[in-house]
């Protein structure tokens, strides 16, 4: 696979009060071939107007630097439960996640990922059947073409979505099966206890449970965790119980080519590692002295 080829970038911010321009700004400055961001803070609903994010500057910047937008992702915001049974909380996910998917398309980008919801102690075949029944309503209003990539979770606290079977209930019984997607993440599955180490018989067993025509997305991560800990802690490439050998394979793996692969790990003395992790990944070389150069 040639390297320059990899689709592989990572998680950048949107600030004023360059917006949408210092994203790709970032995605640049780390040799990034695609990336993702928020189109606001994650941890709440307050959103900067459209207009004022300097998006068309943004992908004029990316054209001229060969970024195909297509291969961008946003992520929705953490607040949104749509396993929650409590009727106004459930609504108030719903419209959050209503306006994320007109933002995203205003971007140009055609895929939101999304922590599928917690049970909060009602039992996961509660809130699974909560999440379609949500979902369904939400694509019911919705007017855009993105596609929502449902995240494979760890497992933590009252998560679902923690097995490939929980991921697949959902799609499975959508009313709106071609708006759904997948974005697998190394370390919740990890985590969540599957043995990533494998990668051809972790695909497989996605395959035939979910089908790789759903997976669009990759978030690559190290763990600070064993594998079945249900913790979500994230590490720099390399540095975790993963290990460098395993993600460079999933990177390099052929049948996932044309999946963007994003990173999410963590900033190193306040300062953003993914240039120097994304030039290990593709040269294939562990660094064990990465995190002295910060």
Not at 138 to 159: C, P, R, W, Y
């Amino acid at each position: 696979m040639e390297i320059n080829k990899i689709l592989i970038g990572s998680h950048v911010g949107m600030n004023g009060p360059s917006y949408f321009v210092g994203s790709v700004k970032d995605a640049l400055k780390c040799n990034e071939t695609c990336f993702m961001f928020y189109t606001g803070a994650p941890q709440n609903s307050i959103r900067t107007p459209i207009e004022k994010c300097k998006i068309e500057e943004g992908l004029k910047l990316m054209e001229e630097n060969n970024i195909d937008i297509k291969n961008c992702i946003v992520h929705a915001p953490y607040l949104i439960n749509l396993g929650n049974i409590d009727e106004y909380k459930n609504q108030l996910g719903r419209d959050l996640l209503i306006s994320e998917l007109r933002r995203t398309s205003a971007f140009h980008v055609d895929k939101i990922v999304l922590h599928p919801g917690l049970h909060v102690h009602n039992g996961e075949e509660v809130a699974l059947k909560k999440i379609v029944e949500s979902l369904d309503y939400v694509f019911s209003v919705d007017n855009t073409n993105v596609m929502i990539l449902i995240e494979t979770m760890a497992g933590k606290g009252t998560e679902v979505g923690k097995t490939f079977e929980e991921v697949a209930y959902i799609l499975n019984n959508s009313k709106y099966p071609s708006r759904l997607g997948v974005c697998l993440d190394t370390c919740h599955i990890n985590d969540a206890g599957y043995d990533v180490s494998n990668v051809d018989k972790v695909l497989d067993e996605f395959d035939k449970v979910i089908g790789l025509n759903k997976l669009k997305a990759i978030h690559l991560n190290d763990s600070k965790n064993a594998r079945g800990s249900h913790k979500d802690r994230h590490e720099n490439i390399g540095f975790g119980t993963i290990g460098f050998d395993t993600l460079n394979a999933w990177v390099k793996h052929e049948a996932l080519r044309n999946v963007p692969k994003i990173l999410e790990t963590p900033y190193i003395n306040d300062k953003m590692p993914y240039k120097e992790e994304i030039e290990m990944l593709k040269e294939g070389k562990f660094n064990p002295s990465l995190k002295d150069l910060f």
